[in-house]
């Protein structure tokens, strides 16, 4: 691990070695990180609370993203508040746990509200409270391919990830929805099934590249919030692509076991990358396994 550029907390290396490249574990028959899974239990029961705002994504699908803007919005564009903390600390992951910090279930047991929730959990395994509660949530979908390029990229630079393997084997692997949180087709659509019961605001990430200050606005009045057009126009500017990557709150480059210098977070933020990853028979072999999964569902996305 010599070689490797990254930031460790300080724990015994046996510790250490139970987090770096870690198998998946199954919950309820989700995969997750091993760590995750040690710490299942306690998500199981968490106790959500009425005024609790839940964003929840599949990975790579713009979490941190709305997170920043949610966070904004919650804080009237106060940048200097909303920098108090890194976006991990300010919207703590549900289901995150490892060694050397504490589990965002602790975390979050202890903090006031309202409290901001970020998951990345499948719609039926998310803990039953969210439901009882009937809690606000945003839903940030991004399209298959794309999220299996940034996906790809990220198991390469967060070694809390297993190995990917070279690109076709964990594009194989994530076509057999056997990569950390599961199935990204079952995700999306169990969640946009949801949205016809709960409070769901349901958004995607393409969207929000093509118009972002609609978009904002749209998670303002969900929020129940009415803010002037020049705070609108403030947080606009200020969740970008480019801010947010040169921005150590938001861009994730004080959180442990990622090395930036294989792929940084905020890696491209676009739209159609996986042209530039996809070979002709790969996307051949996508494109059947697209139709097979989403041939019974009217949820459809910008390619
Ligand atoms: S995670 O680890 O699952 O929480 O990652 P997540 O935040 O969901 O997704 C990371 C991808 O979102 C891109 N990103 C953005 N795109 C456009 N604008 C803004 N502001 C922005 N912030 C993050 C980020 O670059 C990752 O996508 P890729 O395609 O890898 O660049």
Redesign the pocket.
């Known amino acids: 691990m010599a070689h490797v550029k990254m930031n460790l907390p300080d724990v015994p290396p046996e510790e250490l070695q139970a987090v770096l490249r870690p198998a998946l574990i199954r919950v309820d028959g989700m995969p997750t990180l091993g760590p995750f899974a040690r710490n299942w239990e306690n998500v199981r029961k968490f106790q959500a609370r009425e005024d609790d705002l839940l964003i929840a994504?599949y990975?790579?699908?713009?979490?941190?993203?709305v997170?920043?803007i949610v966070d904004l919005i919650m804080n009237r564009g106060d940048l200097e508040k909303s920098q108090k903390g890194a976006i991990f600390e300010r919207v703590p992951f549900l289901e995150s746990a490892g060694p050397g910090m504490p589990s965002a279930t602790d975390v979050l047991n202890k903090m006031d509200s309202p409290r901001v929730i970020?998951t990345?959990l499948q719609a039926e395994v998310l803990p039953k409270s969210f439901w009882e509660k009937n809690c606000k949530m945003i839903y940030?979908a991004r399209n298959a391919k794309?999220v299996a390029?940034?996906y790809y990229?990220?198991y390469r630079m967060?070694y809390g990830h297993p190995e990917p393997g070279t690109w076709d084997e964990f594009l194989n692997s994530y076509m057999e929805g056997n990569v950390a949180f599961g199935s990204w087709a079952k995700h999306v659509k169990d969640w946009w099934k949801m949205r016809k019961q709960y409070k769901i605001l349901y958004l995607f990430?393409e969207d929000?590249?093509l118009d972002p200050r609609g978009e904002i606005e749209k998670v303002m009045k969900f929020m129940g919030k009415d803010l002037p057009i020049e705070v609108v126009e403030k947080i606009n500017k200020n969740?970008?692509?480019k801010?947010?990557?040169e921005n150590p709150m938001?861009n994730y480059s004080t959180f442990p076991y990622m090395d930036h210098s294989i792929s940084p977070?905020?890696?491209?933020?676009?739209f159609g990358?996986w042209k530039n990853q996809f070979t002709v028979a790969q996307n051949e072999i996508f494109d059947q396994y697209y139709s097979r999964e989403m041939s019974d569902t009217d949820l459809t996305f910008r390619m």
């Open positions: 994504t990975p790579k699908s713009g979490t941190t993203w997170s920043k970020k990345h940030v794309d390029v940034s990229h990220f967060a990430y929000m590249l969740t970008s692509f801010a947010m990557k938001a977070f905020m890696r491209k933020g676009i990358d």
